[in-house]
């Protein structure tokens, strides 16, 4: 399968694995096209490419189990409990342990932003974060730090100031 038949098959089963839950659906699915998108502009080789659009589809598998075991989605009970129901769905999907491994392993640090390694783990956390600057409703002070602190790609960093700094009025906060 290529990267796309990939992408769509994992996109299916974790509709399936958050069904009921569409605001956890619409949360990966503009992770995983801002990631999509960042790792293109970035010129990725194809294979990080699609480790890191499949790492963005799957990267908050952890929730659910989280408030199930923890009554928390807190990150670091979701970097816990996501690896192991990622590794069950990528075996199911016959995925290389290598691929599977490297997936369980930026699940698990998805939300540690110290020593950030690999352009795949680094993207990944830019695109979580263009979303939930938005889905949170952070302030322009958050923003500048995001910007300052977490993005280092000229696509993401690109990105951010398009989103939050032109002109920037949050419509969450005005609700």
């Known amino acids: ?18 069904k009921g839950d569409p605001m956890r659906i619409h949360h990966f699915l503009k992770v995983h096209r801002f990631a999509q998108l960042i790792g293109r502009r970035e010129q990725l080789d194809e294979h990080t490419q699609m480790i890191l659009e499949c790492t963005a589809i799957v990267h908050d598998i952890g929730i659910h189990p989280a408030e199930a075991a923890c009554g928390s989605s807190d990150g670091k009970f979701q970097e816990k409990m996501g690896p192991a129901p990622a590794r069950e769905m ?43 600057l938005y889905e949170d409703g952070v302030s322009e002070h958050g923003i500048e730090a995001a910007l300052k602190n977490i993005f280092r790609t000229k696509t993401g960093s690109e990105l951010c100031r398009l989103l939050y700094k032109e002109t920037y009025t949050n419509p969450k906060k005005q609700a």
């Open 1 to 18: 399968m290529n990267t796309k038949e990939i992408t769509d098959e994992l996109t299916l089963r974790m509709i399936k694995f958050d």
């Open 90 to 132: 990528l075996t199911g999907l016959g995925f290389e342990r290598q691929d599977i491994d490297r997936i369980c392993y930026l699940i698990a640090h998805h939300h540690t932003y110290k020593d950030i390694q690999g352009m795949d783990y680094q993207i990944l956390v830019e695109a979580d974060f263009l979303v939930n």
